[in-house]
């Protein structure tokens, strides 16, 4: 079976308080990057997302101005997933497939420290972030990190499902049983990626929602979190369809939904 890492691959620091969820004006917030590293016998290691990468650490003015004031990343070498998979005793080659949720710098930054990886992506993700045609698209999708002449694998929804839900159900040189599920709102080809692990399913949800109080149970995530994911989004009625699917997904007593940002969701 295959055995999953869950890794922090870049802390997020953002100012404002309670705002943000801290208890005290003068502290900040505290976002994560979380990351999922899948040890398989024949696929080799399977990562879901990178977090920020080496060359962000080094040449963090590359990151839009907007978003490095918005959360105010910490931005260390040791965080990045490569640092941290060579820690596990991995190299950069054993990662022989990168599944994004989508392309923002923070789940797709350190794609160009695994040049050997297939990098699997929803197909409208992967278009907007080629076309980069409007002022957003241009802050989110990094030319430096995106490559054209990477090992794409793009995908379209081909009429297969998963717990109900459209999916695609194969990737393309994987045997690890893993579907990605489009999640849209958050970016035009945003995906939740679904892992079988023994008899349960773990998805990583991305940034289809922040908190993990947006999925239901006692309070509601920061203000400044809430404004966040609608400042980010690219279509609010499929990011709130989006939610309400996972909530669903959430109660099901055979699956574990994680998010991109919540550090509470990360395992000890
Ligand atoms: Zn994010």
């Known amino acids: 079976m295959a055995r999953i890492h869950h890794l922090d691959c870049g802390t ?4 404002g308080g309670p705002l943000v969820g801290a208890r005290r004006w003068r502290d900040r917030g505290r976002l994560i990057c979380h990351c999922l590293a899948i040890e398989t016998a024949r696929d080799g290691v399977i990562l879901v997302d ?13 990151l839009s101005a907007i978003f490095r004031a918005l959360v105010a990343p910490r931005l260390d070498p040791q965080a990045t997933a490569v640092a941290q998979l060579a820690a596990l005793g991995f190299a950069p080659k054993d990662v022989r497939h990168v599944v994004v949720t989508h392309l923002d710098p923070d789940h797709a930054g ?23 045609a409007d002022l957003r698209a241009k802050s989110r999708y990094l030319t430096n990190r995106l490559d054209p002449g990477a090992r794409w694998q793009r995908y379209l929804p081909d009429g297969d499902t998963w717990l109900g839900l459209p999916a695609v159900r194969a990737l393309r040189g994987v045997s690890a049983d893993i579907a990605l599920v489009p999640m849209i709102g958050h970016t035009r080809g945003h995906t939740a990626v679904a892992i079988r692990d023994g008899a349960r399913w773990l998805v990583h949800a991305g940034d289809a929602y922040f908190d993990r109080r947006e999925l239901g149970g006692v309070g509601r995530p920061p203000p400044a979190l809430r404004w966040l994911a609608t400042i980010d989004e690219v279509d609010r009625a499929a990011r709130l369809a989006s939610v309400e699917a996972l909530r669903t997904l959430a109660a099901r007593p055979d699956v574990t939904v994680v998010c991109s940002h919540d550090p509470s969701e990360l395992p000890a």
């Open 12 to 15: 997020m620091c953002p100012i």
């Open 50 to 62: 990178t977090g920020f990468g080496a060359d962000d650490c080094t040449h963090p003015w590359r």
């Open 110 to 132: 350190g794609l160009p420290d695994f040049p050997a990886a297939e990098v699997h992506v929803h197909a409208h993700e992967h278009e907007a972030a080629m076309a980069r």
